[in-house]
């Protein structure tokens, strides 16, 4: 056996809750994601994402959680006029409660989300994002009189992780490496989609994988996936990379509402793919992550990929 590494056996079925071996896992999971285009250049396109999920499990050493999150989101054009333009991203908000059921198993995870929200003025975004910039004394926006109408929305997501145990491997210094491949399915009046990715990760005691890239509905800071070999004693730290594929039929910030008339400035492209590539760790129960996500364009005259940084803090207890 590898310096470094547990004595686990991923051939053989993992311990069972209330059986010798079985390795606890904390009940609690808070995480709070910020995702923004800054970094690499002006506001454009999906320009802001916040999150903030909470998940605990149903009792001690279950493989079930439930949980809660908070998500806004903030789309804006490419160029700063007082109305929408043509053949550029509408101005669009959206903010959404969710609730969720999750299950962290030895070989598939899943979970599941249902989320009621809103778009246009109640989402708050022209107001969350006039004070952040001028906060930080950044140029404003003045198009949100023109964004995506107001609307009641619903949301059913789900998300699934499957192990890729050839992909696990351990070396005499106590280096590991293992892999996620994830399926997303997502039907409602936000968004009709289908998407698939896989993700890798290269460091040293590696936890249980997070739902690290992202804001997505159905994304946790709970890891879906058990891990019996992660010691919670030592520092963690891991390269992660990966990309993915996603199928859109519907897209409430292109397309707009359900229920009112929107005229169109642009038309979204049905194949989207993404990949990204950051450094996360974990020290005494709290996540720290940073990442660059980059997108294929959303829609049809959309000039250049989405370019984005996101940032993740998460506490275990």
Known sequence: MAAGCAAVDYLEPLPQ???????????????????????????????????????????????????????????????????????????????????????AGEYVGNSIEFQIGTTGKPSLADETQDLVHRVLDCERWYGWGDQVPSEMTFQLSARQDYRLPWFEVCTDNGLQSDATLFTREELGTVSIAAETGVYFRFGRNLPPAMQVTGNHAADYGMGLLRKPDYDPTVTSWYVLAGGSVRYVARDMFIDGGVFHDFEKTCHKEPWVGEATIGFGARRKGVDYYVGIVTRTPDFHAQDDDTVFGTFNFGFHW
């Open 17 to 103: 809750p209330g059986e010798e071996g079985y390795s606890a896992q904390p009940r609690h999971h808070l995480r709070f994601v910020m995702e923004n285009d800054s970094p690499f250049g002006s506001d454009c396109n999906y320009t802001h994402g916040t999150r903030i999920d909470y998940a605990r499990a149903l009792a001690k050493n279950s493989n079930h959680a439930f949980g809660i999150s908070l998500t806004q989101n903030m789309y804006t054009p490419q160029h700063h006029t007082n109305g929408a333009v043509p053949g550029e991203h509408p101005y669009a908000g959206y903010l959404a409660l969710g609730v969720a059921h999750l299950y």
